[in-house]
T-cell receptor, first 115, second 114 residues
């Protein structure tokens, strides 16, 4: 069974703090993704990575950065947290390539509150 | 880029009734259309998907239909049960090349009343 774990289920931070959200997958997947989920807005892609040290911007990358030093781990960084980054953050992973790589496996999410 | 519209945003049905959720997409090149189910407190999970070379796909009580000409696809759940209550997301993607992204709809909250 594919397992995607996220370091925290709930997180409370102050405005201006640097925040790290960690995601680990145990299935040797090449692709990893970070989404944020907001009521009425669905899932929006922040960043994704298709290989170690590779990253590509998604639809809403502003205010975020990512790091992928190891294949199994993908970190989302909020350099200076702001209240409008209060959200549910979901990590996902998938295999590489069409025909086998379409299914994305999601972690349980981290609910971040920025005060 | 791709844009996916999903309707309705909320749907309430009686147990045993059918439920239908509809999505439209904008990019005629999209060729892969998955549906994800998100239960309370969990991440989304794939429940069914369809590729553009197929018009319909069924898996027990759930089915997905695709109309490429009209650029819309639908999820059908028959004989609904309380455990079907969840948020459902449709998505669209162009697979092949370097594109690994899914574009999601905004979600439908389905409530099945016992």
């Amino acid at each position: 069974d594919v397992k995607v774990t996220q370091s925290s289920r709930y997180l409370v931070k102050r405005t201006g703090e640097k925040v790290f959200l960690e995601c680990v997958q145990d299935m040797d997947h090449e692709n990893m993704f970070w989404y944020r989920q907001d009521p009425g807005l669905g899932l929006r892609l922040i960043y994704f990575s298709y290989d170690v040290k590779m990253k590509e911007k998604g639809d809403i990358p502003e205010g975020y950065s990512v790091s992928r030093e190891k294949k199994e781990r993908f970190s989302l960084i909020l350099e200076s947290a702001s209240t409008n980054q209060t959200s549910m953050y979901l990590c996902a992973s998938s295999l590489l390539g069409p025909g086998v790589g379409e299914t994305q496996y999601f972690g349980p999410g981290t609910r971040l509150l920025v005060l | 880029g791709e844009n996916v519209e999903q309707h309705p945003s909320t749907l309430s049905v009686q147990e045993g009734d059918s439920a239908v959720i509809k999505c439209t997409y904008s990019d005629s090149a999209s060729n892969y259309f998955p549906w994800y189910k998100q239960e309370l407190g969990k991440g989304p999970q794939l429940i069914i998907d369809i590729r553009s070379n197929v018009g319909e796909k069924k898996d027990q009580r759930i089915a997905v239909t695709l109309n490429k000409t009209a650029k819309h696809f639908s999820l059908h759940i028959t004989e609904t049960q309380p455990e079907d209550s969840a948020v459902y997301f449709c998505a669209a993607s162009l697979w092949g090349g370097s594109n690994y992204k899914l574009t999601f709809g905004k979600g439908t909250l389905l409530t099945v009343n016992p």
